[in-house]
């Protein structure tokens, strides 16, 4: 059975940081593109970065080029995303999902995600 769990959310003040940690299970971790999407309270979801399975190729949506850098650790099958630089509009629900590198739709399994909530 896939299983991704998320951690690592929590309050931030707008400019703070926070890393996010995504642990995988039931599959061959190290074979699949990994990515991050989040879902804001009343909106759809949205793609925010991937990495392919070497971790050599790296795409960010332009909303957190810059400020967001995701990774991952085969060894330990798991997948991270630094963010930095946070504001209020990056508050949403944040999951890890198996593949997507492509986008939302190349995504198969979603985590139930960690929710960032930016505010002062």
């Known amino acids: 059975e896939v299983q991704l769990v998320e951690s690592g959310g929590g309050m931030v003040q707008p400019g703070g940081s926070l890393r996010l940690s995504c642990a995988a299970s039931?599959?061959?971790?190290?074979?699949?593109?990994m990515s991050w999407v989040r879902q804001a309270p009343g909106k759809g979801p949205e793609w925010v970065s991937a990495i392919n399975t070497g971790g050599d190729r790296i795409y960010y949506a332009d909303f957190v080029k810059g400020r967001f850098t995701i990774s991952r650790d085969n060894a330990k099958n798991t997948v991270y995303l630094r963010m930095n630089s946070l504001k209020p509009e990056d508050t949403a629900l944040y999951h890890c999902?198996?593949?997507?590198?492509?986008?939302?739709?190349?995504?198969?399994?979603w985590g139930q995600g960690t929710q960032v909530t930016v505010s002062s």
């Open positions: 039931g599959f061959t971790f190290s074979s699949y593109d």
């Open positions: 999902a198996r593949s997507g590198i492509t986008g939302l739709g190349g995504t198969d399994y």
